[in-house]
């Protein structure tokens, strides 16, 4: 039988369907927009609601990381670049293939039925009952064990964003 709405699991699905198109409406957006103060937005949205999968993963600590470090940092980043770039959008170079919209469709289709087929066949496990309670000594615990690689990634996204950063303040607006 299926939770009904007004339940806890009903209410929890709508807010998991919430989220995943948060998730996919940032990511179209993203992708479509002319303009790309718009597309750093579009990417902004999305990466709230990875985080917000992410939180519904019962992954906290990678949620706040994505909120931290991707929608804080690396769309800064991105709204600098913006701001420094050429102001005049009609210098656009190169040509628009008329295959590649088509083809991308394609292309991410077969990836969500690929995705689909294999989430039908896989056998999910319960996920444990034990939370951790936050507090610092399981948090430092969870940084140097579980979210060791995580950490670590999050400061290599970190340097690249400011060098980015960098470079870009540094070069500056072509003079036209």
Request: with cysteine.
């Amino acid at each position: 039988m299926h939770p009904v709405i007004n339940s806890a699991e009903g209410l929890a699905g709508v807010v998991f369907l919430v989220t995943l198109l948060t998730t996919a409406a940032g990511a179209l957006i993203a992708t479509t927009a002319v303009r790309t103060i718009r597309a750093v937005a579009g990417l902004a949205l999305c990466f709230i609601g990875v985080a917000g999968i992410y939180y519904f993963l019962q992954s906290p600590f990678v949620a706040l990381m994505e909120m931290l470090i991707y929608v804080g940092a690396v769309c800064v980043v991105l709204v600098f670049a913006v701001m420094l770039a050429e102001p005049h959008p009609e210098k656009q170079v190169g040509n628009i293939n008329p295959l590649g919209g088509p083809l991308g469709l394609g292309v991410g289709a077969l990836l969500a039925w690929a995705l689909i087929a294999l989430g039908r066949q896989t056998v999910w496990t319960a996920a444990p009952t034990r939370l951790n309670d936050g507090s610092m000594p399981e948090l430092g615990h969870a940084l140097l064990t579980t979210y060791s690689m995580v950490f670590e990634l999050v400061s290599v996204v970190l340097l690249v964003a400011i060098i980015g950063a960098l470079v870009l303040g540094r070069a500056g607006r072509s003079k036209a």
